[in-house]
């Protein structure tokens, strides 16, 4: 099997890796391009560790092969904070104490920041229906729906 | 180390009690933190594990040639490349990590790979050619226990063990006092039940991993993620045959542990792949290496009976409890046995408990391991009484609790316990009162957790520009860097931001216990406050040198050292920042450190409130509202506090609603991923509301007590008295599946279910 040359856009900077033809994009970014905020818990789609955007759409990237990167703009943990200044969700997860081992977080983050640009008001339920699909394991999730709705009330007043 | 009561109570804290962010917390939100999978070496191999896909097979041998002389690959270990420890204990960690002349369970590892990709590896496991003698098995614990059953290790039976049953029995244990007929004749009713509960695995988002590198000169490194590096370094050096000094290991960030990161089962491997190939190996599991061969829990098999008078008194409680740790011997039934009754005043009590092999994955510790199956058996007859007498099963409890001065059933005498005050605020909070619909039902269960200390050592530097750098060596696992932060800032006089934590590898500092059994706010707290106070000593030297005058007569109050008695006044106060600028020309650095073998860690209560909705169609239960109550001691940090008290629970849900291991009837575990093996997620899931209560902790300075582990108890009871009033029908096994709930409803119902 030869490798294939992938060109493809991650958090805005153009950038281009040899991959295996049955690679994920998540151990492309991990182990290619050296982009260890997204994690694998589990490699088949039901954790959400590993959430990504792809041309804005939220994926598993351990479910998208790295050749279909090719020509796409990725998004990932990495490019939510701008230099110093922090997403106001990531802020509002450190101050509501959303996270406690903090491996799902990169994954929570990138999916709630994908819920607020698509429906800047969900309700709890819209919330907790969003993120079903990324698992974790410390908090209950209690201070994670509360840190996600206040980020969007904040949003919204600003 | 006792602690004046009236101080503690009075004492009005700077720090401990808010709520700083943590320190760690930009790290772990921009993804740079780095857990156990985030590290690469240069020249690193990639290494897989070949698994036993039998659950119990004898080894008859092993060709690993093929393997050997692929291309790519560095290096293939067996079982024949280690010795053999000469601990017990550490010889069964080894055969776990590495099948010996026998294949013990469905995932059992049996050789290893390291190539120069992952591609590479996984093709030469295909050419590693195991010879089988497939051999009868078993998985359930009352089979396991049965005279002729599958024996999976001859000759670990422990004396006190009858010959009744079958040689997998490896423990027998009892407690209790009183006299259980006496008991028994004095009641007004007598419930006897039977019990059943599924393992459940820890279920933590980060698999296992580990980085491994071994010089030719002896010297090794490992990075992983780990409840305890200390507890890795001591059970690898032992295994590869080393002194502890020369293997450093350095700890991740941890992706979640709750006990099962407190033991070693990769790392061994990449240690010794390391050594043969002289190459720094990695290795990362998958989630179902992670479910088939990583610690799950206990799944037990009980009978519980409890007599009670009309008014609610309970006269007396027994329990047999049969628990099955996996394919090797395992003392956790004893906590359970021990647990049982704990929340309970009682004059005639007994609890019993065996253990028994199966070929299932070695048990792993998770949260108040053994605890959460035995108070559920006995926590749902208590309820079942308080059915039967049309009693309040908070005023029942109350009635029946457990107080200072209490002989508990597993002998010690209770001190100051917060369980009475607990179950006050449960029956005062508006939960407890909220109206219910047909259809819903309400739950009550206790909780209990022992809690530990054990040995533990912390450093404490004042830097020359006023900071303090505090030095540790337990991984940080939900938010620890911070109150052991908040505790050296109050105890110093210093703000919170002047304070940094960090958790150091193995050979930075003396030796920690794992993060385990809640102890690390208590006991590193402990550690770091008393280090705290060495500091402070050495600051009022200097200061008293500086002055001039007796350092007898200085006194640290408010973050500076003060001139007392008749110098008070003298001179103005010097601060940490002005002493510490100095320290050069009155001595040195300044420094304070402790070492102890943490006691009076103070054991922890709480009850639980849940609201559920069983839907009769599909048999679906709907967690609708949950409170937590819960005795923290003193909560340093209640954010993080209330986060232990809500990750348990819903952990606790998991366990009693959804989780389970399923074992075919070929002995191999069906539901190896998360999407059969199915966690609580956050559309399952309510708020979970949190009380915290503060009974001091005689047995630290600032009367903490551990919080970590409580939680997980009571959801189990709980949610099954709250489902079997709502369906008005008793649950007796977890999990309570839909299908489970469906079975009890027709055989309650049977003309229903005919139609
Ligand atoms: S790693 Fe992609 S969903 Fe779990
Ligand atoms: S914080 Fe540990 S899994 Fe979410």
Request: with cysteine; glycine share 10%.
């Amino acid at each position: 099997m030869s490798r294939i040359h992938v060109n493809t856009t991650v958090n805005g900077d153009a950038v281009d890796f040899l991959c295996e033809p049955d690679e994920t994009l998540l151990d492309a970014l991990r182990n290619r391009l050296g982009l260890t905020g997204s994690k694998e818990g589990c490699g088949t789609g039901d954790c959400g560790a590993c959430s990504v955007t792809l041309d804005g759409r939220l994926v598993c990237s351990c479910l998208v092969l790295a050749a279909e990167a090719e020509g796409r703009a990725v998004g990932t943990i990495e490019g939510m904070a701008e230099g110093e200044a922090l997403h106001p969700l990531q802020q509002k997860f450190i101050e509501h104490a959303a996270l406690q081992c903090g491996v799902c977080t990169p994954g929570i983050l990138v999916a709630a920041k994908a819920l607020l640009e698509k429906n800047p008001d969900p309700t709890e339920t819209e919330v907790r229906y969003w993120l079903a699909g990324n698992l974790c394991r410390c908090t209950g999730y209690d201070k994670i729906i509360r840190a996600v709705m206040d980020t969007a009330a904040d949003l919204r007043r600003a | 180390m006792a602690l004046d009561k009236q101080t503690a109570a009075k004492r009005e804290f700077k720090v401990v009690g808010t709520r700083p962010l943590r320190p760690d917390g930009v790290d772990k939100v921009t993804g740079k933190a780095l857990y156990g999978a985030d590290l690469t070496a240069p020249g690193m191999l990639v290494a897989r594990i070949l698994r036993s896909p039998h659950a119990h097979a004898r080894i008859r041998a092993i060709d690993t040639s093929a393997a050997e002389a692929a291309p790519g690959v560095k290096a293939v270990v067996t079982a024949a490349d280690f010795g053999a420890p000469a601990d017990e204990a550490v010889r069964d960690v080894l055969v776990n990590c590495m099948a010996h002349d026998k294949a013990l369970y469905d995932g059992h590892a049996v050789a290893a790979v390291a190539a120069i990709s992952e591609a590479a590896a996984k093709a030469a496991l295909k050419l590693i050619k195991v010879d089988y003698e497939v051999l009868p098995h078993v998985t359930d614990v009352d089979a396991a226990m049965k005279p002729g059953a599958p024996v999976i290790q001859p000759g670990r039976q422990a004396e006190t063990v009858g010959t009744e049953v079958s040689e997998n029995v490896t423990h027998y244990c009892e407690f209790g006092h009183g006299d259980l007929e006496a008991g028994f004749a004095k009641a007004d009713h007598v419930i006897e039940r039977s019990f059943k509960t599924e393992a459940t695995h820890q279920g933590y988002i980060e698999p296992h991993a580990c980085l491994a590198s071994f010089a030719s000169d002896g010297k090794a490194d490992l990075w992983c993620c780990t409840q305890g590096q200390y507890m890795v370094r001591n059970l690898c050096s032992q295994i590869m045959g080393m002194e502890a000094s020369q293997l450093r290991v350095t700890p991740s960030e941890i992706g979640g542990g709750f006990g099962g990161k407190t033991t070693v089962f990769i790392e061994p491997v990449a240690l010794m792949l390391a050594k043969k190939s002289g190459r720094p190996v990695k290795i990362v599991m998958s989630r179902s290496e992670v479910l088939r061969a990583t610690g799950p829990t206990c799944s037990s098999s009980m009978g519980v009976k409890i007599g009670m008078t009309k008014d609610g008194r309970i006269t007396a409680g027994h329990a047999k409890l049969r628990y099955q740790g996996g394919a090797f011997p395992c003392g956790t039934v004893e906590f359970g046995a021990m647990a049982a009754f704990a929340a309970y005043d009682l004059d005639a009590v007994r609890t019993e408990g065996w253990n028994a092999m199966t070929n299932r994955p070695k048990q792993a510790a998770y949260r108040a391991p053994g605890a959460p199956m035995s108070i559920y058996g006995v926590e749902s007859v208590v309820d079942e009484l308080c059915q039967h007498f049309g009693l309040d099963p908070l005023d029942v409890r109350l009635k029946n609790a457990a107080k200072a001065g209490t002989k508990a059933s597993y002998g010690v005498t209770f001190t100051d316990i917060g369980l009475s005050a607990c179950l006050a605020k449960a029956k005062a909070h508006p939960h407890y009162t909220a109206p219910l619909k047909p259809g819903q039902g309400r739950g009550v269960s206790c909780g209990f957790w022992f809690n530990f200390g054990g040995d533990t050592c912390v450093t404490l530097n004042v830097n020359s520009d006023g900071t303090v750098s505090v030095t540790e060596g337990n991984p940080d696992i939900g938010g620890s860097r911070a109150s052991i932060g908040m505790m050296a800032a109050e105890e110093l006089g210093v703000t919170f931001d002047k304070v940094r934590t960090q958790v150091v590898d193995t050979a930075s500092l003396g030796y920690n216990e794992v993060t385990d059994g809640s102890r690390v706010t208590f006991a590193v707290g402990l550690a770091t406050i008393k280090a705290a106070q060495a500091a402070k000593k050495v600051m009022c030297q200097r200061a008293a040198k500086i002055w001039g005058i007796d350092e007898e007569a200085v006194v640290w109050e408010d973050g500076a050292a003060r001139p007392s008695g008749p110098n008070a006044g003298q001179f103005p106060p010097m601060t940490l920042a002005e002493i510490a600028a100095v320290s050069s020309q009155t001595g040195g650095p300044i420094a304070g450190h402790h070492e102890v073998n943490a006691d009076g860690a103070g054991v922890s209560f709480g009850v639980h409130l849940v609201d559920v909705e069983v839907d009769p169609e599909t048999g679906a239960t709907k967690v609708l509202r949950y409170t937590v109550f819960q005795d923290a001691g003193k909560a340093v940090h209640p954010s993080y506090v209330e986060g232990q008290m809500q990750g348990g629970a819903a952990q606790g849900i998991g366990w009693a609603l959804n989780e389970e291991y399923i074992y075919g009837d070929d002995g191999k575990l069906q539901n190896p991923g998360f999407l059969d093996y199915r966690v609580p997620v956050a559309s399952d899931l309510p708020m979970i509301d949190t009380v915290i209560l503060e009974i001091p902790n005689p047995g630290h300075p600032y009367g903490v007590r551990g919080v970590g582990e409580t939680s997980i108890v009571p959801p189990l009871a709980a949610i099954a008295n709250a489902v079997s009033r709502a369906a008005g029908v008793r649950l007796t096994s977890l999990p309570m599946s839909p299908p489970r709930i469906l079975a009890a409803l027709d055989a309650a119902h049977p003309a229903a279910a005919a139609e």
